[in-house]
Antibody, heavy 120, light 108 residues
């Protein structure tokens, strides 16, 4: 059974860079049938897709965050990571890492989520 | 960019009743690219339905999805106590994902 676990700082100051890592266990990041993504949810609000990466390092980013977001993958560690630069209070959210399926697109596994707060 | 609008915002029902949730898109797209998720407080979302009508592994058959073009529906035939939650539809297009704003199903 695949498990995904987010890790990283929970508190940032405005203008800093958010860096989170997702570690996969029970499955391989090198899958050819799935790829890996990040979704966030501000407190009390809905879901926002951030972006995704394949094991061959093709990346896809939300237009609203493109320019600030970078997703990378480390297949040797079975991890993928999110960097979001120049954060503001509007970036305060629970950040989820997830597995996305090719073919019939869907998000079939989610991490438990980690709250990142941006505050001075 | 396709915008998904879910209605109603909140649905107040009793256990045993039928729930019908709507997801309307700003333009038509393939039903293969529509999914539904359930989220309970403090938990990550859970995949319920993909390709508009295929139940994910382990999802009870009281959950069903239908629709095509720009109109999609999630139906819960008989609400169980554990079904009271927020439901999101999600669309895929041009290598990007987007979500509706959610429908909360609450106990009446």
């Amino acid at each position: 059974q695949l498990q995904l676990q987010e890790s990283g700082p929970g508190l940032l100051k405005p203008s800093e860079t958010l860096s989170l890592t997702c570690t996969a266990s029970g499955g391989s990041i090198s899958s050819t049938t799935h790829y890996w993504g990040w979704i966030r949810q501000p407190p009390g609000k809905g879901l926002e897709w951030i972006g995704a990466i394949t094991s061959s390092r093709s990346t896809y980013y939300s237009p609203s965050l493109r320019g600030r977001v970078t997703i990378s993958v480390d297949t040797s560690k079975n991890q993928f990571s999110l960097n979001l630069s120049s954060v503001t209070a509007a970036d305060t959210a629970v950040y989820y890492c997830a597995r996305l399926a090719f073919g019939l697109p869907r998000i079939d596994y989610w991490g438990q989520g980690t709250l990142v707060t941006v505050s001075s | 960019e396709i915008v998904l609008t879910q209605s109603p915002g909140t649905l107040s029902l009793s256990p045993g009743e039928r729930a019908t949730l709507s997801c309307r898109a700003s333009q038509s797209f393939s039903s293969s690219y529509l999914a539904w998720y359930q989220q309970k407080p403090g938990q990550a979302p859970r995949l319920l339905i993909y390709a508009a009508s295929i139940r994910a592994t382990g999802i009870p058959d009281r959950f069903s999805g239908s629709g095509s073009g720009a109109e999609f529906t999630l139906t819960i035939s008989r609400l169980e106590p554990e079904d009271f939650a927020v439901y999101y539809c999600q669309q895929y297009g041009n290598s990007l994902y987007s979500f509706g704003q959610g429908t909360k199903v609450e106990i009446k």
